[in-house]
């Protein structure tokens, strides 16, 4: 038997950032797995792993957020203030935390 684990806050944070990215393109799955295999030059990317990367249940790669934030026209800093409205929203605790959190580290680098 398999054991499953809750998702982490960072492999959720990841995979609704993916997500969000990937309706801004407007893409139908089939769509995105093409894009995303020219994209990312991985012609075996195959619809389960993009579906795990969207549920969560694998940790979604930098390259293929950014190659999708890249597909939508969209900044991924963008994307990130879309997450955090929507977390306020749906009084996810957890995932505000740990965007706040963020948020607060890039502040201090921009003042350093």
Not at 7 to 32: H, I, K, N, S
Not at 48 to 55: G, I, M, V
Not at 71 to 90: L, M, N, Y
Request: aromatic share 4%; proline share 5%; hydrophobic share 50%.
């Amino acid at each position: 038997m398999k054991i499953t684990h809750p998702l982490t806050v960072y492999r959720r944070l990841g995979a609704v950032l993916f997500e969000e990215a990937v309706r801004a393109t407007g893409l139908t799955p089939g769509a995105m797995a093409l894009r995303l295999r020219a994209e990312l030059a991985r012609p075996t990317l195959t619809a389960p792993t993009l579906r795990a990367w969207r549920r969560g249940n694998k940790a979604v790669p930098l390259a293929a957020f950014l190659a999708v934030c890249r597909i939508a026209g969209v900044r991924p800093a963008t994307i990130v203030e879309k997450v955090t409205a929507q977390a306020s929203q749906d009084a996810d605790a957890e995932l505000l935390q740990l965007l706040k959190e963020l948020e607060a580290a890039k502040s201090l680098a921009e003042v350093l």
